[in-house]
């Protein structure tokens, strides 16, 4: 994986292609999970790492369970959830589900 602040271009599965910026890779039970920061300043997406790939997190428990390490990390202890809703998460600069993949 890249340093925090490098480019990375993810393919979709429409072909489109979409710029981040490498956040942090954050490991949370034992698995990777890549927090992911797109160009257009839109809140950070939350990607699981497997092996050479990222794989949006979609299941509610999971990200969840990310969200709240994170939280619980003292560098960003000024992140927050807010909402009850699946479709309106907001953590720090507010999550939301965005086209399948959670966001922060």
């Known amino acids: ?3 925090r602040g490098e480019a ?5 599965e429409n072909g489109t ?4 910026n490498l956040v942090d890779i954050v490991e949370v039970d034992g698995q990777r999970y890549a927090i992911l920061q797109p160009e257009n300043e839109e809140p950070a997406e939350v990607f699981r790492v497997e092996g050479d790939t990222l794989v949006a997190v979609e299941d509610e428990v999971e990200f969840r ?3 709240a390490a994170i939280e ?3 560098e960003y202890d000024d ?3 807010v909402g009850d809703e699946a479709s309106d998460k907001r953590l720090g ?3 939301k ?4 993949r959670r966001v922060m």
């Open 72 to 74: 619980e990390t003292e």
């Open 8 to 12: 990375i271009t993810l393919l979709d």
């Open 97 to 100: 589900q965005n086209g399948g």
């Open 17 to 20: 292609t979409h710029e981040f």
């Open 1 to 3: 994986m890249t340093e």
């Open 93 to 95: 600069g507010g999550t």
């Open 65 to 67: 369970r990310v969200a």
């Open 79 to 81: 992140v927050e959830i």
